[in-house]
């Protein structure tokens, strides 16, 4: 299935959900259609996943690219500056369903946020917010360590030292969670997708260090 | 109109120029205003009567309530500075304690606060910022309306990237007082980009450095077959050339203060200081020094400045573009050296040290071969088409700051993070921390610090009638919603009863709705010139047609009338000629309509003509054929 030149049709993984009529001309509509196929007036997003939003089966494995095009060719029909010359409930429409298509293509674009999306559609929460916290010693320790080392780092030399030592981690966590997912090992998944997060989370940190270095004169 | 025009089957009858009204792309500059216009997506600027492109964003309020804008309003400069307000894009959404003081003095007469957005006092009024951009977006729209023959009332307008919603609530609100409908407010450097990607074809990642006169915006941007796609972008809303301006102003007063000649300069004083402060600057970047003259009071300073020293004032102000783009590019994890180019926009971007750091941060040669005051204006004009008439092209942008609530302790929870596509929509469950707790105070916040008081204050409203329940029980939703323009709505919803309220953001540094109402009135009066300019433009407009119409049936069937009768009717188009000339619509068109009395007989004969014509000259099948389909659609 393809998103390119003027599909306006998303995924057909929907299921077979009832049509519901038109706002505008009351004609029966498909749930996964974007327009009227009798008046071509947009219709609200509806409440898909993210995947099926953007045509794809649920699933870790998932190609970039392939998922740029799927969301520009949509974003070409639903794009609020299509809808300028329309009418108020038109351009009030287009915008929930650029927005929709926005969440969810931030959604899959970022690992870990599709890992924990996935999860989450599994029933499984991965939030370890306030009060939870890492059970896995191992991860605690490599925790303990990588900061410690950014703590010390006290040039860009050092930081890079140790961001090019959190990236080669992170690649390989985001093998061991694609790993995961394909076993279908629920725990497996969980500590992977545990671990990427924190790594994610030490990104953003080197980020603030190296910020930090920079306003100094 | 009793002129019937006749057309050759296949021929185009003339367009109606008057009855669309046209898309104009506006590029409000803190120091110059351009404006551009697009056709089968081909922009261009629109020049003034002297062939200049730039309107200078400088307004002079006469004590007898004459607005002047843009180069005469410059030159009161000179002999009425305390009636001349510039760079007042630097004003927009802000407080007064945002504001930059030149040795103690402000090149303002601000108006006693009241704690909101900024007032000036300009000649015993009392102007917001607002009003006076859209004094400068009156003029701009007048100079499109005066070139294009017809009336506008769309617009384009850009903002800065790093605009925060204050601001683009204000830049909205300036352009609804000035009588534009504002088609999308569309980033600087996105413009820029656009004007670039469809000149060149271009694809892959692009930066965009766009230091102008009061703002600094980096962007980074993916281009792809017709599609920008802005991935992170940064800056400053305070930092650009008016700072150079500030710090070369300083060097000046300080060695006049060495000199024990006036120490604290009045504001009017302050704004011819700048003035000289800037024509130096200009004058640096192609020579390799000089030497100005300030007088104040009646006591003449000379001062004298190279290129080393003007370097070595605007070097912080240099670095700090580097920097954040540095963060930028961080946050994006891009290599600046690995981009395809980098394009540079705004005037400050002529200042040799401010090339010379962005060549050395990319590691390349930056692209500038589109004008870099007008690139903007061109970009945001293929907008404004493409939004009327349609485009295949997608700008894709996001939110340049991000947008949270105050939560207890004046920690900033954050719903939507910078760099954001939009439109986007997200919510957050918030709870209460009192039992039997009934309202609930949300402060929107906008920046990236964790505490609130080192965030930008957007806005406070209160959710009330929340049910009594145990602290941490009630669950409300909070709604922010960003539109295609970066306008900032927020919605509260208590989820077990619905309570629901929601309010349009109004900026903190905002005007509140009722000051609204009072300005579109009063520009309703001031929409009366307005109105009268547009009313002639019109009949100038219809006056054109009526003769080019009348032309084109000369050039055919001049022979219909004889020597008098064409003589009278010269005599006639010689009136309408005159009369379009002056400034008199009635008088424009009581001679059209003249013409067209003197037309009528001539009307007439053509048509006979034009009958005979059909019924002998022509073709008898195409005849027989125009009968039966007339006879057909009878019958039908």
Redesign the interface.
């Given at each position: 299935m393809t998103t390119t030149g003027t599909t306006i049709r998303t995924g057909a993984t929907r299921g077979a959900a009832a049509p519901a009529p038109c706002w505008s001309c009351h004609a029966p509509v498909a749930a996964a259609d974007l327009f009227c196929a009798g008046c071509r007036a947009v219709q609200p997003p509806g409440g898909a996943d993210h995947f099926t939003r953007l045509g794809f089966e649920p699933g870790f494995a998932l190609d970039a690219a392939d998922l740029?095009r799927r969301y520009?060719a949509l974003?070409?029909q639903l794009?609020?500056?299509?809808f300028?010359?329309k009418s108020a409930r038109e351009r009030a429409i287009s915008?929930?369903q650029?927005?929709?298509l926005?969440?969810a293509?931030?959604t899959l674009k970022n690992p870990l946020e599709r890992a924990v999306y996935l999860l989450k559609r599994m029933g499984i929460e991965i939030d370890p917010g306030d009060g939870v916290t890492i059970k896995d010693p191992a991860l605690l320790m490599e925790a303990m360590e990588m900061r410690e080392a950014l703590s010390e780092a006290a040039d860009t030399a050092a930081v890079a030292k140790v961001a090019a030592n959190a990236e080669a981690e992170r690649k390989k966590a985001l093998e061991a969670v694609a790993a995961a997912f394909a076993t279908l090992n629920h725990d497996a998944t969980r500590t992977t997708v545990l671990r990427l997060k924190y790594l994610t989370k030490m990104d953003d940190e080197i980020?603030a260090r190296?910020?930090a270095l920079?306003?100094v004169p | 109109m009793t002129l019937l025009q006749l057309h050759e089957p296949g021929e185009t009858p003339l367009p109606h120029e008057g009855e669309q009204t046209a898309a104009i792309g506006i590029d409000l500059g803190t120091t110059n205003t351009v404006v551009a216009i697009a056709d089968q997506g081909k922009p261009e600027v629109i020049r003034g009567e002297k062939g200049g492109a730039l309107i200078p964003s400088v307004v002079a309020y006469a004590p007898g309530g004459r607005v002047e804008v843009g180069e005469t309003a410059r030159r009161r400069l000179l002999d009425a500075p305390e009636t001349v307000v510039s760079s007042i894009k630097r004003l927009m959404g802000r407080g007064a304690r945002d504001l930059k003081e030149l040795s103690g003095s402000l090149p303002y007469d601000l108006a006693p606060d009241d704690g909101g957005m900024v007032r000036l006092t300009v000649s015993g009024k009392r102007l917001s910022p607002v009003e006076i951009s859209a004094d400068i977006l009156r003029a701009a729209k007048a100079r499109a309306e005066a070139s294009l023959g017809r009336a506008v009332e769309r617009a384009v307008i850009t903002v800065p990237a790093y605009f925060d919603d204050a601001a683009r609530t204000a830049t909205r609100d300036a352009a609804r007082l000035a009588g534009l409908d504002v088609?999308?407010l569309v980033n600087e450097p996105t413009a820029a980009a656009l004007a670039y990607g469809l000149d060149k074809g271009v694809e892959g990642l692009y930066a965009v450095y766009d230091l102008g006169g009061g703002t600094f915006d980096i962007s980074l941007l993916r281009l792809?077959k017709g599609?920008f796609?802005v991935l992170a972008t940064g800056g400053d809303a305070a930092l650009g050339g008016d700072d150079f301006d500030h710090a070369i102003a300083e060097r000046f007063l300080e060695q006049r203060r060495a000199a024990g000649k006036l120490a604290a300069p009045a504001s009017a004083d302050a704004k011819m200081i700048l003035m000289t402060a800037r024509l130096a600057k200009e004058c640096l970047t192609e020579k390799s020094d000089g030497t100005w003259s300030v007088e104040l009071g009646g006591a003449v300073s000379r001062h004298a400045l190279d290129v080393a020293a003007l370097e070595k004032l605007i070097q912080p102000f240099v670095a700090r573009t580097i920097?954040i783009s540095?963060?930028v590019f961080?946050?994006a994890a891009v290599d600046p050296k690995s981009i395809q180019g980098v394009v540079l926009v705004g005037g400050s971007t002529r200042v040799p040290a401010v090339r010379r750091a962005v060549e050395q941060f990319f590691g390349m040669k930056p692209l500038s071969n589109i004008n870099p005051d007008e690139v903007v204006a061109l970009g945001a004009a293929l907008?404004a088409e493409?939004?009327?008439r349609?485009s295949?092209n997608?700008?894709?942008d996001v939110t340049p700051l991000s947008l949270g609530i105050e939560t207890m302790g004046g920690i900033v929870e954050k719903v939507i993070e910078r760099n954001?596509?939009?439109?986007?929509?997200?919510a957050q469950e918030f709870t209460t921390y009192q039992d039997g707790q009934a309202a609930m105070a949300i402060h929107v916040v906008q920046g990236e610090r964790e505490t609130v008081d080192q965030c930008r204050s957007l806005a406070r409203f209160e959710l009330r009638g929340i049910p009594p329940m145990v602290a941490g029980a009630a669950r409300v939703r909070v709604t922010f919603?960003v539109?295609?323009d970066g306008l900032l709505t927020v919605a509260a919803r208590e989820g077990s009863t619905g309570v629901e309220q929601r309010v349009e953001v109004k900026p903190s540094y905002g005007l509140a709705e009722d000051e609204m109402a009072r300005m579109l009135r009063e520009s309703i009066e001031h929409g009366r010139a307005d109105m009268e300019r547009r009313l002639l433009i019109e009949a100038r407009v219809e006056a054109k047609r009526s003769l080019l119409a009348l032309d084109a049936a000369l050039k055919k069937d001049r022979l219909l009338l004889d020597a008098a009768e064409y003589a009278a009717i010269e005599a006639e188009i010689g009136r309408v000629n005159a009369a379009m000339s002056g400034e008199d619509r009635d008088a424009i068109n009581g001679a059209v309509q003249a013409l067209e009395r003197a037309v009528t007989p001539f009307a007439q004969r053509r048509m006979d003509k034009a009958f005979a014509e059909a019924l002998s000259g022509r073709s008898l099948d195409s005849v027989a054929e125009r009968m039966e389909a007339g006879a057909k659609k009878k019958a039908s």
């Open positions: 740029d520009f974003q070409r794009h609020p500056d299509r300028v010359t915008q929930s650029a927005s929709s926005n969440e293509y931030e980020r190296r910020a920079r306003t | 088609l999308r792809e599609v796609q920097a540095a963060g961080d946050d907008q493409a939004l009327t349609g295949d997608l700008l894709l954001t596509p939009i439109p986007v929509a997200k919603t539109d295609a």
